[in-house]
């Protein structure tokens, strides 16, 4: 934007014949109505060039002095005025103009300043405060523009750390579904087997009963008595009840261990998620790394083996779904990151007054250039389709809110270990915004 439509001012500059014009001259002109907004009065050559500003501060210092009138009111303008007044062009923008006047201004402002054309001719004047309003009103616009920015990024941000984390829960809603669905087959097939188990021993218990209703039954005759004896002696041996203690005692145990799995399951899933919990509470992080391995079993199971070495830890205040969250990350992030069957090694332990975990696989590694950026949000090295690049920067948030650092080394080749360190003591404000 240049500064002609909010700065320029058409003030007729002083005549050239500077040795004509008194300094009570100048000073009466400065007192007419269109001079009383202007701290100045510009002075220009005979082709119009300014020479020079007239400073209404300067005549009425001299004014105001005893005989001031007498003793200046006669000398030439030019003995008071300031030569090298503050020139800016025409089509020079609100921001040049700001910057090349601030960098000239004396405190306390005493002159304006004067605009010129592109062949250095007067053309106006311009005020300093006129110039600082426009810069206030242009910054004032930028700042609504830069918070409307502002708040749409920031509900951006909100829709995507919200779709990372369905994305994560799609994840383990399904890994869990599956480790649900198979105790759950087979205490299906378990209860069909009793079902067909039982089946003769009803026939069985029904035969007998027949038998006894024809024993005590006096008009039973011998024929029925006989038929109800050899119905009783067939379905005995159908039932084959001695047969089927062992089995029947095998199925009752594997269909309670079955239900057991499920409801260690359910108590996990409960316990990762923390529903009926409170957000900020003091837990035992050891029973966190349980949860998300239990949780993350059905991703890493077929794929690595789990060495876990956890030290005894004390009981940190933190938000314990959120830190279930970080490590059921780390944890799928190791099983993909092999090419065969690999290892992961999950340790705890305490040092000068910090929580540390350290997750360790023994996969492909990361090269320096991926490594320096996996916190960035959006980076991935996986397939499109595949990942939102979220998840690590989430969980870098998530610890750093804590107080607490999340660092990572890693070599090609062999492997990539996170190390997670939380202070024993967290501070009043994470329990307030957790």
Known sequence: ????????HLLRPISP?????????????LLMPEHKAFLSL??????GRPLGLVSRSTLQDIFMQRFGRDLWGRKPVRE??????????LHTSLEEAARQITAQLQSPIRDDFILIDEHGRYRGLGTVLDLLKAMESQVAQRNRVLRKALIDLKESQAQLVQSEKMASLGQMVAGVAHELNTPLGYVKNNVQLLRELTSPLLALAAAQARLGDCLSDPGCDEAQLAAAFADAAHARELAAPELL?????????????????IGE???????FARLDRAMSEEVDLNDCIRSALLIARNNIKDKVEVQQQLGELPRIACAPSQINQVLLNLLNNAAQAMDGFGRIQVKSWTQAQQVLI???????GMPPEVLKRIFDPFFTTKPVGQGTGLGLSISFKIIQDHGGSIR??????????????LPCSQAAALQRSA
Do not use: C, H
């Not at 934007?1 to 320029?8: K, S």
């Open 42 to 47: 510009p002075v220009v050559d005979e082709q």
């Open 1 to 8: 934007m240049d500064v002609v439509p909010a700065l320029t």
């Open 17 to 29: 014949l500077l040795a004509t014009i008194s300094i009570s001259d100048v000073a009466d002109q």
């Open 80 to 89: 008071v005025m300031n030569p090298e007044p503050l020139v800016v062009s």
């Open 358 to 364: 350290s997750v360790q696989d023994n996969g492909r």
């Open 265 to 271: 399951l359910v108590v996990g899933l409960k316990d």
């Open 408 to 421: 990572v080394v890693s070599e090609p080749g062999r492997g990539t270990r996170f190390l997670i360190s």
């Open 245 to 261: 203690a062992d089995d029947l005692a095998q199925l009752f145990d594997d269909t309670g261990y079955g239900l057991q799995q």
